[in-house]
């Protein structure tokens, strides 16, 4: 008789990725972190559903859904990583560049910010006038919740109460001291040093005396007292007009994102709409545009190609001299090449601004002995301030970068150049340079699409300036094409203009994008080398 022993099967190993095999700790984690993006999901998508904008609702929905399925799922491994980066990506750059690309075909800007809607209010509310001969009014200003209402005594003895978004209506409870209305329950009454210290916010309140706001709002000069007021701009919606009543002009629709007369003036704010291709042909079609727009773009090429052109050669050539073995105190040398690159960039700008000042600057005091060298303010000098600036930013990269790839060039080649007779030029010519091309030439494009959008240096040294006084815009000598779009856009003098603000943006992105496109393709010939 055989005795025949089974051992038992191994265990099935679990299957990884799912939930029922997750930690408990792991799992609550989980199921707690899905639970709040799927509640901000459901937030955000009602307001964008209540703002019309039901296909980013439903873009919002659906991302939602898909992230829930490969985290609860069990496998899906990669895409379990892949999906936060993804969302990073589309958040942080791809939705800012569609954006960016969507205002550069709109009027976005000083004027046309917000709906049509909304201007149709402002200018309801901006064109009020206070009529004459109406009654002062007794008033005491209120607060809840952060918002100021009007506690209004009536003449003929009652209270009403009302706020700017809401007319005004009758307050039964509330309480009277010497015949006057002094306080509502729920609601703090301000006292003199609080209305004092709010007092541009009491001043600039329009509470309506009834929804239809053609019957009306008071205003308030000092908050004890209340004056009727009523529009001289009278809002028709059927024919979707203002009518100024002291003049009778009747201002339209211009189609432009704003209401104009028979004659062109319009009324302001307006609204922001579509205007396609207009904001491109103002850049190159107007010449109080145009003009600026090319010198700036000249000066940009020039800036970031002398900036990479300069960096590289006094990075190669220091990395070379450190190179040699034989020089004494080789490693103290390295590091004091490399200290402006350990400071930060807008911080040594500001420093080099102090040491360039005209006046009081420790080059023209100390080094130039008290003379007056307009470094900053002469449109040339202060070109050339900032390309001796942004060298001095940029050479110590480029060492470290050159120093590591001479380190890797094996020394074979070298000494065979040298057997053949070649002298320390011909060996750096035809030796090692293109076989440092070899791993900076990628470098070199990606450096000069920086310098291409370099604002740091440029904005902490000058500001762009100095101003040029010729043009329209306001652009000054130094200006790139990235300090244009941000004085465009946020410009304090010429007020914001981020529709043409993106369109230089986009003319940006699409320079660069050429150049490093043309530049990487050139640079195929160097893989043959290597």
């Given at each position: 008789?055989?005795?025949?022993?089974?051992?038992?099967?191994?265990?099935?190993?679990?299957?990884r990725?799912?939930?029922e095999h997750s930690r408990?700790?792991v799992l609550l984690?989980?199921?707690?972190?899905?639970?709040?993006?799927?509640?901000?999901?459901?937030y955000?998508?009602?307001?964008?559903?209540?703002?019309?904008r039901w296909?980013?609702?439903a873009?919002?929905?659906?991302g939602?859904?898909?992230?829930?399925?490969?985290?609860l799922?069990?496998?899906m491994?990669?895409a379990?990583?892949?999906?936060p980066?993804?969302?990073f990506?589309?958040?942080f750059?791809?939705?800012v560049?569609?954006?960016?690309?969507?205002?550069?075909?709109t009027?976005?800007?000083d004027?046309?910010?917000?709906?049509?809607?909304?201007?149709?209010?402002?200018?309801?509310?901006?064109?009020v006038?206070?009529?004459?001969?109406s009654?002062?009014?007794?008033?005491?200003?209120?607060?809840?919740?952060?918002?100021?209402?009007?506690?209004?005594?009536?003449?003929d003895?009652s209270a009403?109460?009302?706020?700017?978004?809401?007319?005004?209506?009758?307050?039964?409870?509330?309480?009277?001291?010497?015949?006057?209305?002094?306080?509502v329950?729920?609601?703090?009454?301000?006292?003199?040093?609080?209305?004092?210290?709010d007092?541009?916010?009491?001043?600039?309140?329009?509470?309506?005396?009834?929804e239809?706001?053609?019957?009306?709002?008071?205003?308030?000069p000092?908050?004890?007292q209340?004056?009727?007021?009523?529009?001289t701009?009278?809002?028709?919606?059927?024919?979707d007009?203002?009518?100024?009543?002291?003049t009778?002009?009747?201002?339209?629709?211009?189609?432009?994102?704003?209401?104009?007369?028979?004659?062109?003036?319009?009324?302001?704010?307006?609204w922001?709409v579509?205007?396609g291709?207009?904001?491109?042909?103002?850049a190159?079609?107007?010449?109080?545009?145009?003009?600026?727009?090319?010198s700036?773009?000249?000066w940009?090429?020039?800036?970031?190609?002398v900036?990479?052109?300069?960096?590289?050669?006094?990075?190669?050539?220091?990395?070379?001299?450190?190179?040699?073995?034989?020089?004494?105190?080789r490693?103290t040398?390295?590091?004091?090449?490399?200290?402006?690159?350990?400071?930060?960039?807008?911080?040594s700008?500001?420093?080099?601004?102090?040491?360039?000042n005209?006046?009081?600057?420790?080059?023209?005091?100390?080094l130039?002995?008290?003379?007056?060298?307009?470094?900053?303010?002469d449109p040339?000098?202060?070109?050339?301030?900032?390309?001796?600036?942004?060298?001095?930013l940029?050479?110590?990269?480029?060492?470290?970068?050159?120093?590591g790839?001479?380190?890797?060039i094996?020394?074979e080649?070298?000494?065979?150049?040298?057997?053949d007779?070649?002298?320390?030029?011909?060996?750096?010519?035809?030796?090692?340079?293109?076989?440092?091309?070899?791993?900076?030439?990628?470098?070199?494009?990606a450096?000069?699409?920086?310098?291409?959008?370099?604002?740091?240096?440029?904005?902490?040294l000058?500001?762009?300036?100095?101003?040029?006084?010729?043009?329209?815009?306001?652009?000054?000598?130094?200006?790139?094409l990235?300090?244009?779009?941000?004085?465009v856009?946020?410009?304090e003098?010429s007020?914001?203009?981020?529709?043409?603000?993106?369109?230089f943006?986009?003319?940006?992105f699409?320079?660069?994008?050429?150049?490093?496109?043309?530049s990487?393709?050139?640079?195929?010939a160097l893989?043959?080398i290597?």
């Open positions: 008789m055989s005795l025949t022993i089974s051992r038992p099967a191994p265990p099935a190993a679990p299957r990725g799912g939930l408990p700790a984690a989980k199921i707690a972190a899905l639970a709040v993006l799927d509640a901000l999901v459901v955000a998508s009602i307001v964008l559903a209540l703002d019309g296909p980013v609702a873009l919002a929905v659906l939602a859904v898909a992230v829930n399925i490969v985290y799922r069990p496998g491994l990669p379990k990583y892949l999906v980066g993804t969302v990506l589309l958040v750059q791809v939705y560049i569609v954006f960016s690309a969507y205002i550069a075909f009027n976005y800007g004027g046309h910010v917000g709906s049509k809607q909304d201007a149709i209010a402002v200018i309801e509310s901006k064109s006038t206070r009529v004459e001969g009654p002062a009014l007794d008033i005491v200003v209120l607060e809840r919740a952060g918002d100021l209402w009007f506690l209004v005594t009536d003449p003895g009403s109460l009302g706020t700017v978004d809401t007319p005004l209506r009758a307050a039964p409870d509330a309480t009277f001291d010497q015949g006057r209305a002094v306080g329950p729920g609601y703090a009454t301000l006292g003199f040093a609080e209305m004092l210290a007092q541009q916010r009491i001043a600039a309140m329009s509470v309506p005396l009834d239809n706001l053609d019957e009306g709002v008071l205003r308030t000092d908050g004890s209340a004056y009727l007021y009523t529009s701009m009278t809002y028709d919606e059927a024919t007009t203002f009518v100024d009543t002291a009778g002009v009747v201002y339209s629709d211009s189609g432009r994102g704003s209401f104009a007369a028979p004659d062109g003036a319009e009324i302001m704010p307006g922001k579509n205007v291709l207009e904001n491109f042909a103002r190159f079609g107007e010449q109080s545009i145009r003009g600026p727009l090319l700036v773009l000249v940009t090429f020039v800036f970031a190609g900036t990479v052109a300069g960096t590289f050669a006094i990075g190669v050539f220091l990395a070379i001299v450190l190179d040699e073995p034989r020089l004494r105190f490693r040398f390295r590091v004091l090449v490399i200290l402006p690159y350990a400071f930060p960039a807008f911080l700008a500001l420093i080099w601004g102090g040491l360039l005209s006046q009081f600057g420790f080059i023209n005091q100390v130039l002995g008290g003379a007056a060298v307009p470094w900053l303010t040339l000098l202060a070109k050339v301030s900032i390309l001796v600036v942004n060298l001095w940029g050479y110590p990269y480029m060492f470290l970068v050159a120093t790839a001479l380190q890797s094996p020394n080649y070298v000494e065979a150049a040298r057997v007779g070649a002298n320390a030029w011909t060996v750096f010519r035809a030796v090692k340079l293109p076989l440092l091309m070899v791993s900076m030439a990628p470098l070199l494009i450096a000069f699409a920086f310098n291409f959008n370099n604002f740091n240096v440029i904005y902490m000058t500001e762009g300036g100095p101003q040029d006084i010729s043009s329209e815009m306001n652009v000054g000598a130094t200006d790139i990235i300090t244009l779009v941000y004085k856009a946020f410009g003098t007020g914001r203009d981020y529709g043409l603000a993106s369109a943006a986009i003319i940006v699409v320079l660069v994008g050429l150049i490093s496109v043309i990487f393709r050139r640079t195929r893989e043959d290597h």
